[in-house]
């Protein structure tokens, strides 16, 4: 198809392609039946930001190839990314008759494309899924590697996130970048962390050219968003392709995310996950000593300012707060914190037992007290 870029994700378990190209969604039926998609019906879920543009679509593409479909919505929060919402949406495609033919196609951010992806590995015990992801975070991040999940509640109150799910490839990925037409200026930043965190482990040279182009990106250009949705699915599709289930190399893309997890712990709902990362990301540069770790530093910092992305924290947040916080993620996370430390730009490496002095020291960097 002309205009569309296609590349293969190749892991343990699975080989698909994740295709980008402006007005993929328009041919999604067809995209799907080049790779021998030919469901007997789909269930397309999708949020509410999305039903009448992305969703209808693909919708729409299906229903003129003669495929029958049904269209599900629901909530995109982290409130309803749970096991309830599953329930909902596998009793909804059952009344709607899908079966052990049928596929799933998430249409959404994150959220959708998680709850979705874990209905259509559990369906049935297991039915295709194709993402159809239409935030830049999901694009360039959760539509490729198929970690589905939903999250739990703990006996606190507190979210206890991706607890349930599992690891199942999507069958294929449609990425059109006409879809983030309508995304906010903000969500649109916050995917451009995970763009920058993508820079720092494998891809240097995207740091300038983001740069250079934040005006296009921000104006949402199709084109040059297009190009940098598949520079950046090569760059996962890589490390997923290396170790599906992190147990190595999967886990350097958690790079300054156990810094973002304790700021948004602290942040009460002010602070993305997108501006928790690009700040966790800086503050990671700082836990290895050397020029070349401030070199990294000062690379993301600029990009971070070009994007118009934090690079401190909102407000004097305190070290001892931010350390528990971690300590916390440390506790659930078996006793060991293991940190991504960037020695150096496309040079990161998973570390555990890091000094508390060290990692205090990278918080004060992004102006905790
Ligand atoms: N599976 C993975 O590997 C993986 C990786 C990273 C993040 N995640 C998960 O992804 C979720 C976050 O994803 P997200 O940032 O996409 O958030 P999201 O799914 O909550 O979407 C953000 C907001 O944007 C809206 N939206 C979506 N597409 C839109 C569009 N085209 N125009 C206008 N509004 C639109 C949604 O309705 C929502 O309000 C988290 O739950 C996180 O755990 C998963």
């Known amino acids: 198809m002309n205009g569309i870029d296609s590349i293969e994700v190749r ?6 392609d994740a295709v980008v190209g402006r007005g993929a969604l328009r041919h999604a039926a067809a995209l799907m039946a080049d790779r021998g998609l030919r469901p007997s019906a789909c269930a397309i879920v999708c949020d509410a930001a999305v039903e009448h543009g992305a969703a209808k679509s693909v919708d729409d593409s299906l229903r003129a190839a003669g495929t029958r479909s049904v269209r599900i919505t629901m909530a995109a929060t982290e409130d309803s990314k749970s096991l309830a919402t599953l ?5 909804r495609m059952l009344a709607d008759g899908i079966d052990r033919d049928g596929a799933v196609i998430a249409v959404g951010g994150g959220v959708v494309g998680d709850v979705a992806g874990f209905a259509a590995a559990t369906y049935m015990r297991g039915i295709p899924c194709v993402q159809v992801p239409t935030t830049l975070l999901a694009m360039v991040d959760a539509a490729v590697g198929g970690k589905t999940a939903v999250n739990l509640v703990r006996a606190d109150g507190s979210i206890a996130k991706n607890i349930v799910g599992s690891i199942a490839q999507p069958r294929l990925v449609i990425c059109d970048p006409e ?17 920058v965190k993508h820079a720092v482990i494998a891809d240097p040279a995207m740091l300038g050219w983001i740069t250079a ?17 598949a520079r950046n699915i090569r760059i996962k599709a890589g490390v997923v392709g290396e170790d599906e289930r992190e147990d190595g190399r999967r886990a350097v893309l958690n790079l300054g995310h156990t810094f973002a997890h304790a700021i948004e712990s602290l942040a009460h709902g002010e602070v993305t996950h997108g501006e928790a990362v690009a700040i966790g ?15 990294a530093e000062r690379a993301v910092r ?10 401190a924290l ?40 890091l000094p508390a002095a060290r990692v205090a020291e990278a918080w004060r960097s992004v102006g905790a007290r």
């Open 11 to 16: 892991t343990a378990s699975a080989r698909y």
């Open 87 to 91: 329930g909902d949406l596998c009793e």
């Open 179 to 195: 879809a983030l037409a309508t995304l906010p200026a903000r969500a649109l930043r916050s995917g451009l962390a995970e763009c």
């Open 213 to 229: 182009r934040i005006d296009p990106i921000l104006a949402h250009d199709p084109d040059t968003l297009g190009a940098l949705v």
């Open 281 to 295: 990301t800086l503050a990671a540069c700082r836990l290895a000593p050397g020029p070349a770790a401030d070199d």
């Open 302 to 311: 600029s990009a971070l300012q070009a994007i118009g992305l934090p690079t």
């Open 314 to 353: 909102p407000a004097a947040m305190l070290v001892e707060r931010l350390m528990d916080a971690m300590a916390s993620d440390k506790k659930r996370r078996g006793g060991v914190l293991r940190l991504v430390v960037p020695h150096g730009l496309a040079d990161v490496r998973v570390e555990a037992g």
